[in-house]
């Protein structure tokens, strides 16, 4: 059983910064990536940023310059830095995991993000 918890989102004024974190716990022994998706009300879920376990990453354009993503093998996490949020930003962040080998991804229960203009 592989559990991925989020922690970082909150209230945060436009133009500020916010910092999310997932780690996995449990049985994966291999991980091919890990990123975050965010959904807003009334939208599609979409990637923001992922990033492969050799470290290569790619980003929403809308998040380009804004957003940095890394990761930390030794613990199984990924972290989300967020800087000049905007409010279109304001949505729910799921993170999820890639396994190596396997059948499915693994996803984290969210974390809301609302960023006040």
């Known amino acids: 059983q592989v559990q991925l918890v989020e922690s970082g989102g909150g209230l945060v004024q436009a133009g500020g910064s916010l910092r999310l974190s997932c780690a996995a716990s449990g049985s994966i022994f291999s991980i091919k990536a890990m990123g975050w998706y965010r959904q807003a009300e009334g939208k599609q879920r979409e990637l923001v940023a992922a990033i492969t376990w050799g470290g290569n990453t790619n980003y929403l354009d809308s998040v380009k310059g804004r957003f940095t993503i890394s990761r930390d093998t030794a613990k199984k996490s990924v972290d989300l830095q967020m800087n000049s949020l905007k409010a279109e930003d304001t949505a729910d962040y799921y993170c999820?995991?890639?396994?190596?080998?396997?059948?499915?991804?693994?996803w984290g229960q969210g974390t809301r993000v609302t960023v006040s203009s």
């Open positions: 999820y995991l890639k396994p190596a080998y396997g059948l499915g991804d693994y």
